[in-house]
Each structure stands twice: as C-alpha cells, then as structure tokens.
C-alpha cells in the first residue's frame, strides 16, 4: 500500500492541475505559431517582428474562483485547444458571411416597412393643397411619435416651413426634395461613421461592446464578427457577458459559424475582466486584427455597471489601447433607449451607438434623437434576427429608405 500511495499523490496532483485549466476556453480557428510577416493585404508591413511572435502557453495559476475580484495579472489564465463538444458546444459548419456593400440598401426593405408611415405620411401632409398651420401641427405631431425629439422636430420644421413658403411649392417631387433634404441635414452625413477595426502599434483594434440586456448585444458581437470576416479581417470573441453561460455559449456559437474562435469560461460569474484580459491577449499572441469583447447588462445599479464596465476597460488597456467602445441601443425603447445611453455615456467613452431592432419600430426617428443627445454618431442599424440582418449605416440611404 505504501508503495502505491507516491502513484496516488501524483495521479491526484496531475487532475488538481488539469482540472485549474479547464475554465478557459480558447476556441482556435488557426495554430498560434509564428507568422513571419504580414498575413493579409490589410495587415501593416511591419506587423509582426522579424523572425514573428512566438506563442506559449502562460503558466497556469489557479483560476479565481466565481464572483472574486483578481485582476487578470496576478490570474494568468492558460490557452488550451478543446473540440467544440468537449466546450458544451454543437459542432456547426462554417458559413460564408453575405458582401457587406450596399447592405443597407439590401435590407432597405425592412425599414421601409417598418417606418413608411413616418415617410408616406410626412409626404401626404406636405402634398396637400393647402398647407397652413393645421398641417405643420400635424407634421410636428408625426416626427414627434417617430422619436425624433422636440429640438431636432422644431428645427426640421422651421427650416421646412421657410423653404416651402419662400418657394411656393405645392408640387410633391418638390417638397419631397426639400423633405429629404432636412432629414439629411439632422441625421448628419459628414459624422464619421468607419469602425476602429485596423491593426494599429502591432495591436490588433480592441472593440468593446456594451449596453443593457435584451437589446441584442450578443447577437451584435456575432453579426458584427461575420461583417469582419467578410471583409477579410481576423477576428477573436471575448465572451465577457459571463453572468450566464448560455451567453457565452450563444457567443462561440456566432463565432463559429465563421470560423471565429472565442475565449470564454465556463463558470457562471467568473470575473468579466479577466475573460476580456484573456481574449486580448490572445488576440495580441495571435496577430489578429480584431478583438472584440461582448459584455454583460444586468447590473442591478448604476455604481455596478460603473465598476464592472470601468474594470474591463482598465483591465484591457494594460495590455492595448481600447480603439471602439459600441454602446447597443433597442431602437423600440424610445426614451427609454435614449436614458440608457446617457447613463453609459458617462461610465465609458462611447464612440458610436449601434441601433437594434429597427426592423420592428416606426420610429427610425430615435437615430437622430440619439446622436444629438451623445454627439456620438449611429454606426451600424440591426433590421432583423438573421445573422446578416447588420448593416453599416448609411445617412442618405436611410433618409431614402423612410421616404420610399
Ligand atoms: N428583430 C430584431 N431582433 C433582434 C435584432 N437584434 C437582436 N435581436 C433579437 O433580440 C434578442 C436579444 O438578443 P441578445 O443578443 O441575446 O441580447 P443581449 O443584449 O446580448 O442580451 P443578454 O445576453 O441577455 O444581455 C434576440 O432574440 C435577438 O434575435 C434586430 O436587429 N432585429
């Protein structure tokens, strides 16, 4: 018996140090050896060091246990290759994302029939034979309930008001132009509306995603990678929403159908920031061009939400630059929408609002309430729950899609 017990020590001391490197997924779409040079014709010449970085696995520590506060430096956390079954996960086959070009324009239809009332409706009132004050009321009334707030509606009619008068004009091609072109004005084409999603200082671009739950953050972050992917960019997922695991897993989902891989835990409550701190560092290790980092949104409370969002963000930075925070917005909320973005406003830097679920409100107005209420422009709009339903958004095509 005595001669086993050594046999036994060891088999235990092997499965305790195993067991402590489970928790980290990192779901590898490509090998992290070493990439001599340049990857992609978007990648920068001087990306990688000559001679490349070499990838190790980080010694492994203990992982903190569910709900503590370690931060990630003292909590290294290992890379390990699991199959997809083995991470709780269905084994999909990899898609091919739909061309990003002219997305909006494909999914055109969609906004056309959520908002025409907004449109068709501004357009019968500007038609008609006489426009006197009953019909400005009426054209104030109608861009109020399609959120587009008092200070932009009073502008918007103002301007119309003066223009119409000035010129005269009954016939509808004509006040429809002039419509168009208002609505243009206040939605702002000149705001810049490109995604952070270049490598930059031999960092990938770090992109974290925030915003309250139910808005459709996750589905988001999975869209979002297939848009990436479709422009040829490498991507990893960092599935820092880790209040569930199912999101975790709703996440690597989204990433495989693409080919993406990502770093998530499989213990519910494990410390965002540490997960976030893992996916950075992989994507660091691995040269990719894009990491982006979903987030969770059931914080009870504003200090919550404050502490755990700011230590993502603290955490993250002391490996790279955060280069886009996206805020995700349900455009059905209305006001509702537009207190929550002031709220995160003021615990992150937001660089630009993504707009979800306009395919099931005729309130497209909200575009324009939001942006003047942040001064943070409308970056891409959700039209629909199908995995290419995210389009970049485009502020003329928009107006023509409401006009149409
Ligand atoms: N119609 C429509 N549905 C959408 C859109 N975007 C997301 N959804 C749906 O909204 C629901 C919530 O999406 P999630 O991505 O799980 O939301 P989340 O913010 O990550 O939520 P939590 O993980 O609970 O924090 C899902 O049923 C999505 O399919 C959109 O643009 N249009």
Request: hydrophobic share 45%.
């Amino acid at each position: 018996m005595n001669d086993l017990l050594p046999i036994i020590l060891a088999i235990v001391a092997v499965i305790i140090v195993v067991g402590g490197l489970i928790p980290v997924f990192l779901k590898r779409r490509k090998s992290t050896s070493t990439y001599a040079g340049p990857r992609d014709a978007n990648d920068p010449a001087d990306a990688a060091p000559a001679g490349g970085t070499i990838v190790e696995d980080a010694p492994g520590t203990a992982t903190p246990a569910p709900g503590t506060v370690v931060e990630p430096s003292d909590a290294v956390l290992p890379e390990i290759d699991v199959p997809d079954d083995a991470a709780g996960l269905e084994v999909v086959p990899v898609e091919t994302p739909a061309p990003v070009e002219g997305r909006l324009n494909r999914l055109r239809a969609r906004l056309v029939k959520s908002n025409n009332i907004l449109g068709k409706g501004l357009l019968a009132l500007l038609s008609s034979d006489k426009i006197d004050e009953n019909v400005w009321d009426e054209v104030e009334e109608t861009l109020l309930l399609a959120d587009l707030g008092t200070e932009p509606t009073t502008q918007l009619v103002d301007s119309l008001r003066d223009r119409v008068k000035v010129l005269g004009t009954r016939d509808p091609e004509h006040v429809k132009a002039l419509l168009r072109d208002e609505l243009v004005k206040l939605v702002d084409p000149d705001m810049d509306r490109s995604l952070n999603v270049d490598r930059k200082g031999g960092h990938p671009a770090i992109m974290i995603v925030v915003g309250v739950n139910g808005v459709g953050k996750t589905t988001t972050v999975g869209k979002l990678a297939r848009v990436l992917v479709a422009e040829d960019k490498d991507v990893i997922l960092g599935a820092a929403d880790t209040f569930r695991a199912a999101a975790s897993h709703q996440l690597a989902t989204w990433g495989q159908r693409v080919g993406v891989p990502t770093v998530m835990s499989d213990i519910d409550g494990a410390d965002p920031a540490s997960v976030a701190y893992e996916a950075v560092k992989a994507g660091i290790e691995q040269e990719v061009d894009v990491v982006m980092i979903d987030t969770a949104g059931r914080l009870q409370n504003k200090v919550g939400l404050m502490d755990e969002l700011g230590k993502v963000k603290r955490v993250v930075e002391k490996l790279a630059e955060v280069d886009e925070v996206l805020l995700v917005l349900d455009a059905t909320t209305g006001q509702n929408g537009l207190n929550q973005a002031k709220v995160f406003a003021e615990v992150v830097n937001i660089t630009g609002i993504v707009l979800t679920k306009l395919d099931g409100t005729a309130k497209g107005g909200i575009v324009v309430a939001i942006q003047k209420a942040l001064g943070v422009p409308v970056k891409l709009v959700g039209l629909g729950e199908g995995p290419d339903d995210l389009a970049p958004f485009e502020a003329e095509a928009f107006v023509d899609a409401l006009l149409n």
